[in-house]
């Protein structure tokens, strides 16, 4: 079997830390690199319902997407919520792993998974990374529907195909408006307004689209909008990052077991949709209830 340093190197090279942005904090937290590792848990954050969920499992690492200690610490005290998850893990023999940014930017990277969890085709990235001569690195991704939806059912099948949230998917546009092309950037996506504009694609699927800068899009161009839960858009790349480590295992006659962890960790927990009768402008948008067929129940 192998132990941790093994692991952890097979990670750094499907998702180099030097790749990550300069304010991320990607890597291993914990973890002793002289420990054996048979079972890997992947998951989005590490909150202490997955570190519990990765003790019960018997994993002997995690790894998340979302960083643990973002903007660092000067503590790991039990009782705060972020020391508890790391006594919880130390406690039980449990590394944990973050690949963030550099994942983002990877190839394939968090993007293509939320891509593919849609069955888009992937064109090429929306932020080339200017290291990469191939040109398939980089945040976000332009792609296509093989056949083109109104915004109403794109929207619909973002809403099916994602993990179902209290949110759900939300859309701003014009709802019969053809959508072909699509922009997409999984988490936090109104910093690329410019490219997506520039792209002139149909759509952009992102999260966390605030109000202003939604509102300014909207203004400079059709450009249709449809708005999924952070964690939603995220989660596909648990998937398909579990299946580049078993590659990787594959190769090297490991015999790792990998899990993906199905726990909804988005922080809302409820939804409370706007009554017809109570809008000010009625028909001026519309609802799209979550559902979900293959992502986290």
Not at 91 to 115: E, F, M, Y
Not at 188 to 199: E, I, M, N, P
Not at 204 to 223: F, G, I, K, M, V
Request: proline letters at 7%; aromatic letters at 4%; hydrophobic letters at 45%.
């Amino acid at each position: 079997m192998p132990v941790l340093s093994d692991v952890i190197a097979a990670l750094d090279g499907l998702w180099p830390r030097e790749r990550a942005e300069q304010w991320d904090a990607v890597g291993p937290v914990c973890g002793d690199p002289d420990t054996e590792v048979t079972r890997v848990l992947f998951a989005v954050d590490p909150v202490q319902e997955i570190a519990d969920e990765a003790v019960a499992l018997g994993a002997e690492l995690l790894v998340t997407h979302h960083p643990l200690y973002l903007r660092g610490t000067t503590t790991v005290a039990a009782d705060t919520f972020k020391g508890r998850v790391v006594h919880t893990l130390i406690r039980n023999g449990v590394a944990l792993h973050v690949a963030h940014t550099n994942a983002d930017r990877a190839d394939p990277g968090v993007s293509d998974a939320l891509a593919g969890a849609l069955g888009l085709r992937v064109l090429r990235p929306l932020v080339p990374d200017p290291e990469d001569p191939a040109g398939r690195r980089g945040l976000g991704r332009i792609c296509e529907l093989e056949t083109p939806l109104p915004l109403r059912e794109f929207a619909a099948l973002a809403a099916a195909r994602l993990p179902a949230t209290a949110q759900g998917v939300r859309a701003a546009g014009d709802r019969d408006r053809p959508v072909r092309t699509v922009a997409v950037c999984g988490g936090s996506g109104d910093s690329l307004f410019d490219q997506v504009r520039a792209a002139g694609v149909d759509a952009y699927l992102t999260a966390d689209l605030r109000h202003h800068p939604a509102s300014e899009a909207r203004e400079h161009s059709p450009l249709a909008l449809v708005d999924a839960a952070h964690f939603a858009t995220e989660w596909p790349w648990c998937e398909q990052a579990a299946a580049e480590l078993d590659a990787v295992s594959d190769r090297n006659r490991w015999g790792l077991r990998t899990h993906v962890s199905r726990t909804v960790t988005d922080p809302w927990t409820a939804h409370a949709a706007s009554s017809a009768t109570a809008a000010t402008a009625p028909q001026a948008g519309f609802a799209v209830a979550p559902t979900n067929t293959g992502a986290p129940n």
